[in-house]
């Protein structure tokens, strides 16, 4: 009842202790992955297909009436505010193939691949060749030797940067738009590519599907030149390609607040044995969006989604709530 006690009262969603000023983020949790397992609700588990599908079809329809909106209007007052709107609903859409990738879209893994690859590839993203390295980041998080993305760069690795790399990497606003280098080269350090099915990303079993993902990427981005051909490069850089830059740095920029402290409290990173799958899934971040939460369906609820990404994002704030009470 005592260690019970401690686990309510001292720990807060992000499953950080909060007694005194002596809290050290680096020591072991004083509980264990299976005592936070047993306080979420039996029904946060289940996975609703019809659900899932109806937040697919709510931002389908934003995306259409955004898309009729700014054809209709076409004024320069206007056109700000779509791509700002738009590209928040890319973002929103990446976030439902990233939960179709976890499997906690629904219980049919053949649902889960038809509906992920048409909403990452809509936004051209290779949708398996994600899914995959993303797997690796939440089985790694935390584990600075294999971790897959957001790991700190040891020096010798950023001594041997040319500038412009450096520049690309290191100058706001420009890291905001690295997601698409990063899926064509990953990070400095790593070899491979999200399109590349011999990429060593991926084993040999899994190159089928990084083939079919790579084939419906092509697809899209064939569709968008055709596009471009038809309704003139400008008007489809306004409807489309300066939402997916906004897209972009809404994904950049969420990711990096859910794997970054601040000055005042920095995140461990650990080696070897001193990593577990519990110690690493502590060091991201929970965040609130105020008005965004909703609409890019919670992700801010990243310490219990990375601790348990089968969770469906509808029930993630019941299970952060039930954890920290």
């Known amino acids: 009842m005592e260690k019970e006690r401690k686990l309510k009262n001292e720990v807060n969603a992000n499953g950080v202790v909060e007694k005194g000023d002596s809290f050290d983020p680096a020591a072991p949790p004083p509980f264990k992955i299976g005592e936070i397992r047993a306080a979420i609700p039996k029904h946060c588990w289940v996975k609703n297909p019809w659900r899932s599908l109806s937040y697919v079809l709510r931002d389908l329809l934003v995306v259409l009436a955004l898309l009729a909106a700014a054809t209709h209007f076409n004024t320069w007052f206007f056109w700000p505010l779509y791509w700002v709107a738009q590209g928040t609903m890319f973002w929103a859409i990446f976030v439902l193939g990233h939960d179709c990738g976890h499997g906690s879209f629904s219980e049919s893994p053949l649902l889960n691949s038809f509906v992920g690859h048409i909403l990452h590839s809509s936004i051209l993203v290779p949708y398996n060749g994600w899914r995959i390295s993303h797997r690796t980041h939440h089985q790694n998080h935390g584990n600075v030797e294999h971790d897959e993305s957001w790991v700190p760069m040891p020096e010798k690795i950023y001594s041997k940067l040319d500038s412009s790399t450096r520049i690309l990497r290191f100058s706001l606003p420009l890291p905001m738009l690295a997601y698409p280098a990063y899926l064509w080269y990953r990070s400095p350090g790593k070899d491979g590519s999200h399109f590349n099915p011999y990429s060593s990303l991926f084993s040999p079993g899994e190159r089928k599907a990084v083939v079919i993902s790579t084939a419906c990427w092509t697809f899209m981005f064939g569709l968008l030149v055709y596009l471009s051909f038809v309704f003139g490069p400008i008007t489809m850089f306004k409807l489309y390609g300066v939402p997916y830059l906004i897209f972009v740095m809404w994904l950049d920029f969420v990711t ?28 991201t971040v929970d965040r609130d969006y105020g008005i965004f939460n909703n609409i890019h369906h919670d992700i801010g609820t990243h310490v219990i989604h990375h601790l348990f990404p089968q969770i469906p994002h509808y029930h993630l704030v019941e299970a952060v709530r039930s954890r920290s009470h």
Do not use: F, I
């Not at 402290?261 to 690493?280: A, M, Q, T, V």
């Open 256 to 283: 990096y607040l859910h794997h970054h402290g601040d000055d005042e409290h920095k995140l461990p990173w650990y080696r070897g044995k001193e990593w577990n799958y519990l110690r690493g899934g502590l060091t």
